[in-house]
């Protein structure tokens, strides 16, 4: 199987979407090859297997020049793949929608936001599948879409058994300081615990910016 994968940045370094690159090694392992076209390039170590093209953000490229290497990869790999995958990013599905039908390939979009736009509406009628990662993560109901789970490395991110725990062991929150996130769950029960036991049993800590400072580099 060949696959075509459309994503917003491969890069292994950055901070927000460093993830993407452990998405598209993990699906090389499974597929003959895999072509990935992405809004923006950048370091990634990647198997044999992975043709990478870019819509050239990275070379400073605007939105008409992006469009158009979006449109002329899609023209070379549409006709080679069984299939287009487009990661968290409608418009790449909908886009594709005139050489998808046209070579008779299916589309499937990964999504999890609870935001409903026009271009999520598109996408959704575009694919043939819509992956999502729980029932609460993707705001439309429809049978096209299938909830998979979070994906998340959990070898990568177990805790060392070699290492001594904390003492009170500490709870850490990672991810933006935003309402969204509901840290003031996290402060009420470490009010909770305090008034319960006295010296915390439990240390707590967040690790994160406030959203204000994260946006303008997502």
Known sequence: MKVLMMVQQLDETHWLRGFTVGWVRALAAEV?????LTLEDGPA??????TVASMGKEQGHGRAKQLAAYYRTLARVVPRVDWLFSHMT???????????????KPQMLWFTHRQVSTELRLALAAARWVSTASPQS???AHRKVQVLGHGIDATQFAPDPFTPLDQPPLVLAVGR???IKHHHVLLQAAALLRDQHGDPP????????????VMPNT
Not at 32 to 36: I, S, T
Not at 91 to 103: D, E, F, G, N, S
Request: charged content about 5%.
């Open 177 to 179: 300081i935003t309402p």
């Open 138 to 140: 993707f705001p439309l």
């Open 202 to 213: 439990v240390q707590f800590a967040v690790a994160g910016a406030p959203a204000a400072l």
């Open 90 to 104: 409608p418009r790449y599905t909908w886009l594709a929608t005139p050489l998808a039908q046209l070579h008779r």
């Open 45 to 50: 170590t990647l198997p044999a297997n992975v």
């Open 32 to 36: 003959e090859h895999l072509h990935v």
